[in-house]
């Protein structure tokens, strides 16, 4: 988990010579194969390894029967298989192994019910499944099986705390701190359980990348992108650990959140350099289009734009809206763009102070300007804490212009007033906006919006009255 794979097989070969029937050598060759996919999105890599796949489930059953990692590896294996499919679009067989995994947990639990490694496979496929959009139910079907995604949580948060408690199993708390991070970020808008996560993450991150990323996110989440930086910019001791060159994708993102531009430009070229991944590039691209136009360099810009459109994949929601900036050739608005990187980073006054200064008037018939406006002063205002009527009063100024451009202002205030009911406790309220946010279609973002909007009305239909 520290991504130091090449003293790791080490370890595993000198454990061949003496015991070459231990399964969880197997299980360890599988993780190293599994983080180098979902960290590089290396396509030819990907074709090669997973032929290694079959193998391993075959050798793994020859295994001893009566042992409770027997179906646990099995499970392991496949529930690993099944991420990096979906990273690469292949669906079908990803919900065969989805389905494969939580099958051999189920009857892995009946049979051992304290083996308490169980409980942290289980945990991400009930949030896994929980989460799953009722236009995607076909997966469900074929999957026959259903969780829920605060059942997950609680697996996982209960197997957090036994890793801390008990010592032979500390070896599994940063891999369930990433995936909490992961899933928490993705899931929840929740600020208490980031800073929680925070804590409990520590400073392990001098010692594994994989935590630094989590760590900054997390910062980044919670509005403090001048600590996400430190976190960062963190040289950690000299050590053979695998390149994750995403982690410059973010460094980038955090100087550009405080408009350093010369600095931001560096990082996301060094990130196109070294990256041959899917996600992302679309994104990089248009992040050096962006420096370009708040730069006055409108050559540069076009440029970027041109390559945004050409280069990278439109999976992810950030590809996504950056390919289509790119094709309509949006006109940003310099001083509402800084606005919104400064709140991205956190740097809510300032991103305030500057649209105090902008002259709405000035807007005249610009629609898109003007809905633009008031969401970015709401998002601020709930930012700030403020009244929580007010700042739905604000995000409802968006709702009252017509949608004629289905921009994502709108989906994206819905979720956030249901957010805001949520929290204050009026849940029938809360829900009418939910399944407002999931009328949208065809908008940027969509999947993340869908996503929380899902979250959120599974999150209120599990929540006592």
């Given at each position: 988990m520290n991504l130091e794979f090449s003293s790791a097989k080490e370890f595993l070969e000198s454990e061949k010579l003496v015991n070459p029937n231990n399964g969880l050598i197997i299980l360890n060759e599988n993780y190293i194969d599994f983080l180098k996919i979902l960290l590089s999105e290396d396509e030819v890599f990907f074709k090669q390894a997973k032929k290694n796949k079959y193998s391993r489930i075959y050798s793994l059953s020859s295994n001893d029967k009566n042992s409770p990692y027997y179906l646990f590896a099995q499970a392991e294996v496949h529930l690993q298989w099944a991420l990096t499919r979906i990273k690469f679009k292949e669906y079908l067989q990803a919900t065969y192994e989805l389905q494969k995994a939580y099958r051999l947990l189920e009857k892995n639990t009946e049979k051992f019910p304290?083996?308490?490694l169980n409980d942290k496979s289980l945990g991400v496929l009930h949030i896994l499944i929980g989460s799953i959009p009722k236009s995607y139910s076909w997966i469900t079907n074929i999957i026959g099986v259903e969780g829920t995604v605060s059942s997950g949580f609680s697996k996982l948060y209960n197997f957090l705390e036994f890793t801390e408690?008990?010592?032979?199993?500390g070896i599994y708390k940063s891999e369930i701190l990433f995936l909490l991070s992961f899933l928490e970020m993705n899931m929840n808008n929740e600020p208490s359980l980031y800073q929680k996560l925070v804590l409990k993450i520590g400073d392990s991150y001098k010692k594994s990348d994989l935590m630094k990323f989590c760590l900054s996110r997390l910062y980044t989440k919670l509005g403090n992108n001048k600590k996400s930086l430190e976190i960062l910019e963190y040289i950690s001791e000299d050590r053979d650990s695998y390149y994750f060159p995403y982690l410059n994708y973010l460094k980038g993102m955090s100087?550009?959140?405080?408009?350093?531009?010369?600095?931001?430009?560096?990082y996301f070229k060094s990130f196109l350099d070294s990256f041959r991944?899917?996600?992302?590039?679309?994104?990089a691209y248009n992040k050096l289009a962006i420096i370009a136009f708040l730069n006055n360099k409108e050559s540069d810009r076009l440029i970027y734009d041109s390559l945004t459109i050409k280069l990278g994949f439109s999976i992810i929601d950030e590809d996504v809206q950056s390919y289509k900036s790119a094709l309509n050739n949006i006109n940003h608005n310099k001083d509402m763009l800084e606005s919104r990187l400064l709140y991205d980073g956190g740097y809510f006054v300032r991103a305030r102070n500057i649209l105090f200064q902008i002259d709405t008037l000035s807007f005249k018939s610009e629609k898109k300007l003007i809905t633009e406006y008031y969401y970015r002063l709401a998002r601020v205002s709930q930012a700030l804490n403020e009244d929580y009527f007010e700042v739905i009063k604000n995000f409802e100024k968006v709702l009252s212009i017509n949608n004629?451009?289905?921009?994502?202002?709108?989906p994206m205030s819905n979720l956030q007033i249901a957010l805001l009911y949520e929290q204050n406790g009026n849940k029938n309220k809360a829900q009418e906006f939910f399944k407002k946010t999931l009328e949208y279609k065809g908008f940027n973002y969509s999947n993340g919006i869908h996503q929380g909007a899902t979250s959120g009305l599974s999150r209120l239909a599990e929540s006592p009255n």
């Open positions: 304290d083996f308490f408690n008990n010592k032979g199993y100087k550009l959140y405080n408009l350093e531009l010369l600095a931001s430009e560096k991944g899917r996600n992302y590039i679309k994104s004629n451009d289905n921009l994502y202002f709108y």
